[in-house]
């Protein structure tokens, strides 16, 4: 009997009855058939949020489905590959993920891997099963900081994650690499490929919340982030340097013209404390009240210059880290989380 591939069915049901439509759907310009789009929107939401023409595109899914050739059909995707990065596709795994937050910025050298690794280790302490997929693809920090090393193995429901000490799970890129210092070059569509598998295809299992931590810019790796991943919102990071707020705008600008939620902005670098008590304003003035302003979200901390916290860092021992600063931004992602989500 004839398959009948109708325009209400689920994208999910219909790639997960009849694997062949992956590339139909590709080749009609909707490439992740498994994000938030695909899980839960029909066919006719899929093509009206691509943009897509929706008969021509059931007509092809149809004889996909029913094993007949569809003409111009885009060729198999290979996943990406790279000197000693086996990244093997393996299906989704079953992943229970209550909340995934994005820490993005626009601007490099701002703390945005900081902040995620803070914001990790506040939820761990409070007795939270934690996750942070390194998102930064050509400069991944995650790892060094919380001191894991190793290559993940596959496992019977896909890539299984390192674990840090106090049992944060992480997956980044330079767990693939044969030495930590060997660059990834390349392009977007494979750094974007790469992180769509870093969801996917690493086995999370039962997580409270999942860490995004993303490269600086508004190009491939943000926007697949957003378009591709079920995110619940993002932390916006800055510094009171007026370039660094002009630039961290265009990522702000960016998550409301792809209809992101912000969730909060944290403001990094904001003063140096000496050890007599006196506070200084190394970079400027803060520019925290201008961003919440623009952003209608809480400005989460203001996080000072702490040479214990480089320290730290460096020695790959960031869940060691307390200071009344952390404790703050600890206590007012929660808060934003639980208003956000609503």
């Known amino acids: 009997m004839p398959v009948t591939i109708t325009a209400d069915m689920v994208i999910h049901d219909v790639v997960a009855q009849y694997p062949t439509t992956v590339r139909v759907f590709q080749g009609h310009g909707l490439p992740c058939t498994a994000c ?18 929706l008969e021509p595109l059931l007509d092809d899914l149809n004889r996909a489905a029913n094993g007949e050739p569809v003409k111009g059909l885009a060729p198999e995707r290979k996943m990406p590959t790279g000197k000693g990065i086996p990244l093997q596709m393996a299906g989704q795994s079953g992943n229970r993920i209550r909340h995934i937050v994005a820490i ?42 919380f001191g894991v090393s190793g290559s993940p ?43 769509k598998q870093f969801y996917n295809d690493v086995d999370w299992g039962q997580l409270d919340y999942l860490l995004v931590d993303l490269p600086p810019g508004t190009s491939d790796a943000p926007m697949t982030v957003m378009q591709s991943l079920p995110l619940d919102g993002v932390v916006v990071v800055s510094s009171p340097q007026m370039l660094a707020t002009m630039i961290v705008m265009k990522c702000i600008n960016m998550v409301q013209t792809l209809k992101g939620k912000i969730l ?79």
Not at 36 to 52: D, F, I, K, Y
């Open 36 to 53: 938030e789009v695909g899980s839960r929107e029909s066919v006719a939401g899929g093509a009206r949020t691509h943009r897509l023409q």
């Open 104 to 145: 993005m910025s626009g601007k490099g050298g701002v703390g945005k891997s900081l902040v995620t690794g803070l914001i990790a280790v506040s939820l761990q302490r409070q007795g939270l099963k934690v996750g942070i997929l390194d998102g930064d693809i050509t400069g991944p920090s995650i790892a060094r900081m």
């Open 153 to 195: 193995q596959q496992g019977q429901k896909g890539i299984d994650p390192l674990v840090t000490t106090h049992g944060v799970k992480v997956i980044s890129m330079n767990m693939f690499l044969p030495n930590e210092t060997d660059p990834v070059v390349w392009r977007g569509p494979m750094i974007s490929t790469a992180i």
């Open 264 to 342: 909060g902005v944290v403001e990094n670098n904001t003063y140096f404390e000496c050890p007599h008590g006196e506070r200084i304003e190394l970079f400027g003035p803060s520019n925290g009240p201008e961003l919440v302003a623009m952003t209608g979200a809480p400005l989460l901390a203001q996080l000072p210059i702490d040479p214990q916290l480089a320290k730290l860092c460096d020695e790959g021992h960031v869940e060691a880290y307390q200071s009344d600063a952390f404790q703050i931004l600890a206590s007012n992602f929660v808060k934003a989380i639980q208003i956000g989500v609503q």
